[in-house]
């Protein structure tokens, strides 16, 4: 059979799947009343339902984001994505922001290879990639190991396009300038004012991202003063702009773009069960369980009666996490996070109002 035979097969079954899906959820509904007290579910294009998302990303493991950056950062609770070079003197010097303080604060760490100097033969390609890959992986235990890479502005390797491909497939990168790509950010390349990108994700309703080395002080710099225009920005405009990691937002809109059907069941007046499911065949799953590496709850919105104030959201063993609804348009919803191909989430009417 060809590809495209296999791929079209592979796509009339997940059709299948899905109606059958959606008629399981209407038959298991306790009688015809109550299912309809819920509206269509969807995903919302962003997470919590913002109308864009903006990434920062740092290079280099550079002194001055782990003295001013990253502090600054955590004071308005922004969180980064940072490509790190665990060989260097630079980062040793730090190590204790790096591996105690970014993953406490939720920040990124991403694969920026240890030494940031290419590679000679196959052999330290490999070192270069996996052995950061490794020592990321040791610092978010049982996380993702689905993480962003750059091999290195400036730095040659010894070794094909080709055999990069398959050491990146190896250790589960993808690249970082994916997606929207990235603006290079520095006050030598144009004004240097990285409010601007964040506008201009917010006014198209878009992913945007930007990429900083110095900031204040180092190379490619950035000024503290226009750095900090940005992060007030962000803080201020967070309920509209969904500021997180690149891998965050990278696995998100991959998920998002792969659903196949959000799906209600065991419908009454005060519960229901909420399935999201994605095509495994429309990601890059690197040959491991989809829900291993594409972690990221999804949003869901799905419309609820006018009297509920507040609910909860328990899925498989995670935590319950109880949420106030929402108003748009007159109508009331329910808008929750639910991960994707993992199982229902069960959603409960808490706390009725109004
Ligand atoms: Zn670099």
Redesign the pocket.
Known sequence: MSAQVIATLIGLFVLTLTVHAVDAADASASGADASSLYGKAEVTKFKGGRLAAFCMQF??SMDCQAEFAIPEMNKRGLVGTF?I?PGLDRYQRHKEVWEAVCPKYGHELAD?TMH?KGAKDDEEADYEIGECARYIWGLYPGKSKLRPF?S????TWNVTRERRGELADKYFLFSGFTGPGRVSCADERGTGRAVVYAEKALEEGVWGQVGF?GVGEGWIVTSREHFLELLDYLAANRDEIWVATTGDVFKYTQERDAVTSVSLSDATETSLKVSVECAESKVKTYGQPFAALYDEPLTVRVGVPASWARFTVSQGAGRTVTYDTVEVDGKRYAQFDVRPNVGPALVALAEQGR
Do not use: C, I, V
């Not at 290195?152 to 730095?155: E, M, W």
């Open positions: 290079d280099d490509f070079n920026h940031h750059l290195g502005g400036g730095t080395h």
